[in-house]
């Protein structure tokens, strides 16, 4: 980890409330060992009684990493925080940069039309603002860039502990930023997709991300991203 790295998390933690940190000592052998003394691990990431609004907060003007050099605005999530459905992006685009909601361009009509329409084709009344739709990283990339990975490590915990808060019963991660922040896989997601994967204890649906399939040489990838929706909105919502 760099010192950069190292000052970040420090932060993280500092913002968490927790005030005390114990280094892992650095291991030179002995001819005797003793047992090593435990080494207290960092508490869990989530505060007692954590909610949106305290994850919102803690964020704040949040510059623990690059991405807020170019941002405009933070993009939190949005939709129904009892939701029992939370879909997870990548990060925002132009347009969510500029309105501080997730999902409001392009790729985020095509996911209004995939909720909608397989829900109302399924007899599933359920509408985009029942559920939660939030992104792993909350400021965009320059240029749409994939997140970087230590980018993806700091806001990651604040996309934890947004899931913590609501509890849903299950996840549609859409693309392999989302599934790599969840799984810790590197795999893609057409190995991944459609089928049932578990982030503590919630069940995780990967599908394609909706920017995937904007793209006219895709077009294949649409049934089975609405094949992947209908199972998760069965499994909900039945
Ligand atoms: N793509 C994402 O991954 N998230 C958004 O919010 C918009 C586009």
């Not at 993280?12 to 080494?39: A, E, M, W």
């Not at 995939?114 to 400021?139: F, H, L, Q």
């Not at 790599?180 to 991300?209: C, F, P, S």
């Amino acid at each position: 980890m760099t010192k950069d790295e190292i000052r970040q998390r420090l932060e993280f933690y500092q913002d968490l409330g927790i005030k005390t940190i114990y280094r892992r000592s650095v291991t030179v052998p002995i001819p005797n060992p003793q047992p090593p003394t435990p080494v207290l691990s960092l508490p869990t990431i989530e505060p007692p009684q954590d909610s949106l609004l305290k994850i919102l907060t803690d964020i704040g003007d949040c510059k623990r990493c690059r991405l807020h050099e170019a941002r405009n605005k933070i993009v939190f999530g949005s939709g129904n925080e009892q939701s029992r459905l939370v879909f997870v992006g990548e990060g925002p685009g132009a347009d969510e940069d500029q309105q501080g909601l997730p999902f409001v361009g392009r790729a985020g009509q095509l996911l209004t039309q995939m909720i909608e329409g397989t829900a109302s084709k399924e007899g599933i009344p359920i509408k985009r603002a029942d559920v939660y739709i939030c992104n792993v990283v909350k400021c965009r990339p320059p240029e749409n860039r994939t997140p970087q990975p230590d980018e993806m490590e700091i806001c990651g915990q604040f996309l934890s502990r947004q899931i913590l808060a609501i509890r849903p019963q299950a996840i549609c991660a859409l693309g392999s930023t989302a599934a790599k922040a969840l799984l810790g896989t590197k795999e893609g997601v057409t190995r991944l997709r459609g089928k049932w994967h578990n982030w503590r204890d919630i069940q995780v649906m990967v599908t394609y991300h909706p920017s995937y399939l904007l793209r006219p040489y895709n077009q294949n990838a649409k049934k089975e991203a609405w094949e992947d929706l209908k199972k998760v909105l069965h499994y909900v919502y039945d």
